[in-house]
């Protein structure tokens, strides 16, 4: 387990906005994954996803990495953010964006 928990440390570290969840960006595989790649394309917020339906080690690794047992899971600047449900409330409450103006992640906002 120590490899994984290891890889996902430093995917973390390495892409300020990083996203784990069922499916891709592209082609989210549950409505939660769909409703976080949303709102930070609506955004405009740049992230990096990893697919944990393609890796059952990562799949578990992540919820144990976390202590949550859900996907999607959202992390900015290193830290774990939350499931579709916080982030969406953090969205709809405008902390989201906070956050990331904290972080110092650009968003361009689509109209």
């Known amino acids: 387990m120590a490899m994984i928990e290891e890889r996902i440390q430093s995917q973390v570290a390495e892409n300020p906005v990083m996203l784990y969840m069922k499916g ?6 549950c409505g939660f ?4 790649v949303q709102i930070l394309s609506h955004m405009g917020v740049p992230f ?6 393609e890796d059952a080690e ?10 949550w047992p859900t996907i999607p899971q959202l992390y900015v600047a290193g830290e774990f953010v939350g499931g579709c449900d916080i982030v969406t409330e953090m969205f709809q409450s405008g902390e989201l964006a ?3 103006a904290e972080k110092g992640i ?6």
């Open 98 to 100: 906070t956050l990331l």
């Open 24 to 29: 891709t960006a592209m082609f989210p595989q």
């Open 48 to 53: 990096v996803t990893a697919n944990v339906l």
């Open 106 to 111: 650009k968003t361009e906002a689509k109209a």
């Open 33 to 36: 994954s769909a409703r976080v």
């Open 58 to 67: 990562l799949r578990d690794g992540i919820k144990q990495f976390s202590n």
